[in-house]
């Protein structure tokens, strides 16, 4: 059996322009769910991992709109109050997948911390999270102080948070333990896990978002996985994306993927960390990564769509 990391963009959940309704998250994640089932009845072990762009920056809206009520949360605890919630939806929704293809599989959503690099606990904010707001929002992340960027990929700006580097899982061998019995499949990392660091003789939380894809990578090599997928809205990488000569990535190698990305052909917090996180995985293991849509991943697996990294 083949086992496969696979991790899910924050906007395969909650796209943008929807209202970030558990109606609308849940009709996403149906759509997204079907192929990993299909995956499963195929034979791969599948792990998830999850963004929570969306989801975690409207938990910090809420923190907001509501602090004069209710003491606010720093932002690892929201980190994990996504995973819950998060996790709670794609467990019903990979439940329903799998019972539609006939599999008895149990489904467990597993709280995750991720170990981060102790030096970086207060980075430069890079992380988009939250909902897109145009220029007549630009006020509202003004008076909360808030760092924001435009994204213009896609039109809007958002707030923008610290993300510092996974380095490794806290919860990595429970993970493996569960993956192993090849009875379950497994939700971890959940928003890219809860951030922590060592104070003294215990972990305490970092207040930032960890990048899901390098966390992704970071728990594939973990469990020993062979197959890192990583799921987003576009159906490929591209070199000189959005231009008149834009051009889809399919087979490639590390090394030539590690070039395009010095050079600058993917857009940070967006397709680069995707890159970055399937070039480490597969120039440490020499298993292959794919980017690609849910709607193309069995086209992926046969190596027809998608981008691919091999060794």
Not at 110 to 130: C, E, F
Not at 134 to 149: A, M, P
Request: hydrophobic share 40%.
């Amino acid at each position: 059996m083949t086992n496969a990391v696979v991790a899910i963009g924050g906007n395969a959940i909650l796209r943008k322009g929807e209202a970030a309704t558990v109606e609308n998250q849940m009709n996403n994640l149906r759509r997204t769910c079907a192929p990993l089932a299909r995956m499963v009845k195929e034979g791969y072990g599948v792990t998830l991992v999850h963004g929570n762009g969306p989801q975690v920056g409207n938990i910090l809206l809420q923190n907001e709109i509501a602090r004069e009520e209710v003491p606010p949360m720093p932002l690892d605890v929201c980190v994990a109050q996504s995973q819950g919630q998060i996790g709670l939806m794609l467990q019903q929704a990979m439940t329903e997948a799998l019972y539609k293809e006939g599999i008895s599989r149990t489904v467990v959503c597993l709280l995750t911390r991720v170990m981060v690099d102790p030096a970086g606990q207060n980075p430069t904010p890079s992380k988009p999270i939250g909902p897109y707001y145009g220029s007549e929002g630009l006020e509202r992340l003004r008076l909360n102080n808030w760092t924001i960027s435009e994204d213009r990929a896609r039109g809007g700006w958002r707030r923008i948070v610290p993300s510092p580097r996974p380095l490794s899982i806290i919860e990595g061998g429970a993970v493996r333990s569960l993956v192993a019995t090849g009875e379950y499949v497994v939700i971890a990392a959940g928003g890219g896990g809860v951030p922590v660091t060592k104070c003294h003789n215990h972990l305490c939380g970092v207040e930032a978002v960890v990048d899901k894809d390098l966390a992704a990578q970071v728990l594939a090599r973990c469990i020993g996985d062979e197959l890192l997928i990583m799921l987003t809205d576009v159906d490929a990488a591209y070199l000189d994306y959005k231009t008149p000569i834009q051009r889809g990535i399919g087979e490639t190698t590390a090394a030539e993927m590690r070039t395009y990305l010095e050079q600058g052909h993917f857009a940070p917090g967006s397709m680069a960390p995707k890159v970055e996180a399937g070039v480490e995985f597969t120039s440490s293991t020499g298993h292959t990564s794919i980017i690609t849509t849910p709607e193309l991943l069995d086209n992926a697996l046969k190596s027809k769509a998608g981008t691919r990294i091999i060794a």
